[in-house]
Every structure is written in C-alpha cells, then in structure tokens.
C-alpha cells in the first residue's frame, strides 16, 4: 500500500511541476490540462463471479494532457496514472500508468487525416474471465478521407489492439482491422458511407491444450454520421461481419455487426445517449465471443452547478472454445445513478451508485454486483 501512495505522491508532484513550467511557455493555441482525482468505492462483487467478494476501494488519478490547435494540425498528448488500493485484498492492489496521444491534419476541406495511439496499464474485473486481470494494452488507429468531388470520396481506415496478460493463466490477445468506405456528402451536417473492411484476431502465449480463438475476419457495413435528425447526432454504423476460424474445430460464424452511439438533445437542459453494439471479439480465456451491449444514459441539469445522470444497460453474449471448455451463454440487466456537483469550474465532487444482475448457462458467472462510491476531481 505504501508503495502506490508513494507512486502516486510523485507522480502528483510531478503534475504540478510539469503543468506550471507548461502553462507558463503557452504559444498560440496551446494549453494544458492537469486533473488530480480521488474516490472511495464499495464493490460488492469484486471479482465479478458466483462468489460475490466484497471490498473498499480506494483510488487515486494523475494526469497531464498538452493540446495544440495551430493552423492545419491538432495534435492531443496526455500521460496519467491511476492507483488502487483495496482494505481487505491487498495482492489486488495496482498503479497503473498510461499515455496516449492524437494527431489530426487537415489541409484542405476535402482532406483529412487523424492518427491516434495509446499505451495502458490495466488492473481490473474482467467479466469475460469473471476474475481480475492486469495486462499491458497497446492500440494504435488511423483514418485517410478524401473527396474528390463535392459528394464522393473515399476513407481508409486501420486499427490494431493488442492486449498482454501479466495475470497467470490467460492467453495474450491482439486484432487488426483495415478497411475502405466509398463517402457520399448528403448534406453539410450529414454524411453516409458504405465499405467493407477485413483483418484477423487471434490469441498467443496460449496455455498446454488452448487453441487459437481467432481467425480471418471480414467486415461489409453502410453508415451514417452527423445530424440523422433535428437535435440527433452521432454515428449509426451496421452491417455483416464474419470469421473463418484458424482452428478447424471452430464452426466459422457470422453475426450482424453495429456500433452506434447516438445522442438527443431533447431539451436545452436534457439530453439522452445511445449506444448500441454488437460484432465477434476473443477473450484471453481463448474463447470466441459473439456479444451484444446497449446502453441509454440521461444527462439532466438539475440546477446550475447540478448535474444528474442514468443510466441502463442489457448485454448478451455466447462463448464457445476448443472442446467446449468455457462455453455459456450470457445475458444482464445494469442500472446506475450518479450526481455530479460542481463546486467551482476546476473542482467536482460526485456520488454514484449501481446494480448489475448477470444470468448465464455457466454456474461461475451467474451472479449480482452493487456498486456505491463518491469521489472529487481537481482540473486546472
């Protein structure tokens, strides 16, 4: 424990030092940001799994984030850590550094390109494994448009994820995804788009008798981005994606594929999000997954400094892995409240509360979690 408070004091130090020398050789449109955060949560279900183990939690966050906006390049750079410190599972204790960054050029308002990768620590509840996990996360992602007429263009895209467990027993992960989309400018506000994208996913590192959970993976979706109606924005993005297994004992499997969020404006104090998502993931367990996961949340003013939000949630997924081991079918309910004060522009102060019922064919991952916690955040 000693150790992630003593990490955590430096790396706060370290924040102050390096936003105060930044802030004060500011050029142009720069500016940086530094957050210092901490909070208090009770789990009832830490591990996510039948045995339903319950603990205190107590975090701590750090981070520094440098944005620059000069003519045709933004670019976005932040190193943070976070710490976790809990009152009766001490060997799930963490501190978790990261660092991420963007790029986006625009020469001209035909042209774009957005480049972004990020490099994380994570220590948390996996609800694939129904156990907690640390591993090493590194994903990078690009985006090339171009219009060569007013209405058409075509996009490029590239993203790989890759995923190394530092937790005994759990297979590394990794993807990689490359796709182009023909565009068409409806209007100023809204633009559609259809392509087809293809790529592979696997597991490594696999333990005695595992076999590969991935395989080639294609992808044929049409979309939609921008204002769909008056006071609806976001992405509505549907299709096809299949999977020819790299081992012959997998079935190859199909699913219909969406990844959308959507957000309302329903009031000049009130605002709803959805988020809706379905494709072929594997898990470190060397299982493939075919999941479904919606999400609506309400964002309600509630008085100036005031701010509430909701949420509800259903996921459903199916397992399956070499010789059956692991295989279930999964399906939960999730609900959460939280209430966001703010103090000042720099200081919040917030209190949440959730629950989650998961159902599932497998005795070790039927179970039910309650989550309470508050928590303050300091931005300058």
Known sequence: MSKIIHRLAIFAAANLIVASSLAAAEVGRSRVVTTLAARLDYDSNIFVNQSEVRDWIYSMNGGV???????EVTTDVGVSANGQIFADHSDQNSFDPSIDGRIGYVPSDKTNLKLSGAFRRTSMANESLNTRAKSNDLTFGGQWEHLTTEKLGVRLTADYAKSDYRTAGFSDTANYLVGV???YVYSPKLRT???FAWGESWTANRAFNRRNAGGDDKRYTIGFEGELA????GDLNFGVVQREFAVSNFGDDSAFFIASR???AAAQKTVWSLRVNQGLNVTASDQSVKNFDAGLVLSQELAE??????S????RARYSSFGGAGARNDHGLSARVRLNYAFSENATFDASAGLRDNNSTLAVSDYQQVNIGAGFTYRF
Request: hydrophobic share 40%; glycine share 10%.
């Open 305 to 310: 400094r005031l701010n509430l939000e909701g």
């Open 181 to 183: 989309d023909a565009v």
């Open 230 to 233: 008056p006071k609806i924005t």
């Open 262 to 264: 959507l957000s309302w």
């Open 193 to 195: 788009y259809a392509g």
């Open 312 to 315: 509800l949630g259903y996921t």
């Open 65 to 71: 984030r440098m944005i620059h906006d000069v003519s």
